[in-house]
């Protein structure tokens, strides 16, 4: 049943393309009701999966497309995937939420945000790599679609997401065919071409080399630039699904295809690339001390946390893996929660400037914003009693066990992360304005009095908040299933500290 979730987006974006024409609230209720259908199969299944306590890998769909070449529509379920499948599922209703006032071309948006989050799907359930190629380019394609029908992007964008879209599928490209060749197995099939055991010699270029293709799609410094393009000519609902759940596929990747295909490879470029991951946490946090606008400070912290969950992976440590998938699920949901309440604020200001704002007083305009926005900074910085701290934690251990010096850039990466969300906070929401700014706010068509928040977007962004709660006082609902797939790592076991 699982599987329905790769063909009700697609068959969503077939209505939409034959029968909506340009109504928005049709249009935008078939998306909804899409990606809140895609969300309750995947409850639906981790709930039987705890109840039949099967959580291990598990084949749901099998079949042959071309025998002479081992290509098969392979589809596998463990309980790492169906974190990831839970997290984009949530991540998708809420990005439908976040931009349900879109009214720049709904039915266009909204088909390619159904094919987007059809390739997710696709990719986290695939394990033959020609599948995997296949949902990556649908993935890619979706993305460049969405931003080129907008009527803000920049002209020079278009040309740089085509070209960075373009090296990452090229990368990518002649990994997957080099190892399809290489295992002599004649199957794209991920565990079949592991258990084949490649040479180490070619696991030591193969490695960076798909790490290149994954790291772009993950967006980890400094392959990081084409995001933040993206973001100044994006509408914030695809952007929250994008640093959501799009980022976390390229750490999906990693794990799932360059750890699990190159073992060997792994451990020899293990400190370049946490030396580099480490390097990308820092130089991020100081980027984001300077920024002026709220969602590229966002931004900016979300590369930053996304090195560290690279390096809780590099790590090869138990810990380490643990602290690394459950922290890219709550960052995830704190992301969007963030990104939620900064489209609500833009909705009503017109503007994401840092310096505008902290004049409009919004501590009392705009109350319940100023209490999401802190809390959900707080929570980025790895507050107790919330979902993120247990994903540092462990990453603390696995990286105390593994690499000890390397502690130091979590550190200094954290501290930097409390010094700019403190300053951004204190700026935004905790500057009170006692002069005459009335030529200020006709200036820039703002305006003082600022409607409070609805109910839609409190649907998009408290339902995050619990959420991250619940997980951060009873870890267990996602541990149980990192640790059950943890356990039976039998592809490479002795990287595993």
């Not at 697609?10 to 209505?15: A, L, Q, R």
């Not at 024409?21 to 259908?37: D, G, P």
Request: with cysteine.
């Amino acid at each position: 049943m699982i599987d329905w979730t790769i063909y009700l987006p697609f068959i969503g974006m077939i209505f939409l393309l034959a029968f909506c024409r340009e109504n928005k609230n049709i249009s935008r209720w078939i998306t909804f009701s899409v990606c809140l259908a895609c969300l309750l199969t995947t409850c639906l299944h981790i709930c039987s999966a705890y109840t039949s306590d099967d959580t291990c890998r598990h084949v749901i769909r099998n079949f042959t497309c071309v025998s002479s070449l081992g290509i098969h529509f392979t589809l596998k379920i463990d309980g790492i995937r169906q974190i990831y499948l839970l997290l984009a599922g949530i991540i998708s209703v809420g990005g439908v939420l976040i931009s349900w006032e879109q009214n720049e071309r709904p039915r266009n948006f909204d088909t390619f945000y159904l094919c987007l989050l059809g390739g997710i799907y696709g990719l986290l359930l695939s394990i033959d790599l020609f599948l995997f190629f296949v949902f990556l380019q649908i993935i890619f394609i979706s993305q460049y679609v969405i931003i080129i029908q907008s009527d803000h992007y920049e002209k020079y964008l278009k040309f740089k997401l085509a070209a960075t879209f373009l090296l990452a599928s090229i990368v990518t490209a002649i990994v997957f065919l080099c190892t399809y060749i290489q295992a002599g197995k004649n199957t794209f099939d991920l565990y079949e071409i592991a258990n084949a055991g490649l040479p180490k010699s070619f696991q030591n270029w193969a490695f960076p080399l798909s790490c290149l293709g994954f790291a772009i799609l993950a967006g980890i410094w400094p392959f990081h630039s084409w995001l933040q393009a993206y973001l100044s000519s994006s509408k914030t609902g695809i952007y929250a699904l994008i640093t959501g759940i799009n980022v976390k596929l390229g750490i999906f990747a990693i794990y799932q295809i360059s750890i699990r295909l190159f073992p060997d490879g792994a451990l020899g470029w293990k400190y370049p690339v946490v030396i580099l991951a480490g390097t990308g946490v820092i130089f991020s946090g100081l980027v984001a001390l300077s920024q002026k606008d709220l969602r590229k400070l966002i931004t900016c912290a979300s590369i930053s946390q996304m090195g560290i969950i690279f390096i809780g992976m590099m790590t090869f440590s138990i810990n380490g893996m643990k602290g690394s998938i459950f922290m890219a699920f709550s960052h995830g949901i704190i992301i969007a929660l963030l990104y939620g309440i900064i489209e609500s604020i833009h909705r009503r200001t017109g503007t994401y400037d840092i310096e505008t704002l902290r004049y409009l007083n919004l501590y009392k305009t705009l109350p319940q914003g100023m209490f999401v926005f802190i809390l959900g900074t707080a929570i980025l910085a790895g507050m107790p009693l919330f979902s993120h701290f247990i994903g540092l934690l462990y990453i603390l251990l696995g990286m105390w066990h593994s690499l000890p010096i390397m502690t130091i850039f979590l550190g200094i990466g954290l501290l930097i992360t409390i010094c700019y969300l403190l300053i951004t906070c204190d700026r935004v929401f905790c500057f009170e304005n006692k002069t005459d700014i009335s030529h200020y706010i006709i200036k820039r068509q703002l305006s003082i009095e600022l409607d409070p928040i609805t109910i839609v977007e409190k649907l998009s962004t408290y339902p995050l908040l619990i959420l991250t709660f619940i997980i951060g006082i009873y870890p267990n609902i996602l541990l149980n299933l990192i640790s059950n797939c943890i356990s039976t790592l039998e592809s490479f076991p002795n990287i595993w500290n």
